[in-house]
Nanobody, 130 residues
């Protein structure tokens, strides 16, 4: 079965950290760019980070998470991680990983736009609260 499965979310106090995981099954993750998005209630899905396929080594972050979040990949485990540090209440959201299995040349112009991607995981909830 081809799927992306996120995990690692939870309840954390402001200033805390979580490591989110995105595990792929049924296909090799190292061939594809992987994006992390988040969606808070009543808001649009927001791109927070993206890493290219292993060969290209391109990484982008949203300004709101630069210096706090780090995206990385472990191709042996077929997994992409999102290390989230110094979490704040505004980071509360469902976090999703996604890919596009047939990207066009304009992919990187829209790396942080949800419609650029055509394959999604089910999401993991991150709640930042004291």
């Amino acid at each position: 079965q081809v799927q992306l499965v996120e995990s690692g979310g939870g309840l954390v106090q402001p200033g805390g950290s979580l490591r989110l995981s995105c595990v792929a099954s049924g296909f090799r993750l190292d061939y594809y760019a992987i994006g992390w998005f988040r969606q808070a209630p009543g808001q649009e899905r927001e791109g927070v980070a993206c890493t290219s396929s292993s060969i290209r080594e391109i990484i982008y972050y949203a300004d709101s998470v630069k210096g706090r979040f780090t995206i990385s990949r472990d191709d042996e485990k077929n997994t992409v991680y999102l290390q989230t540090n110094n979490l704040q209440r505004d980071d509360t959201a469902v976090y999703y990983c996604a890919t596009n299995y047939s990207p066009t040349t304009s992919f990187w112009h829209g790396w942080n736009v949800a419609k650029t991607y055509n394959f999604w995981g089910q999401g993991t909830q991150v709640t930042v609260s004291s």
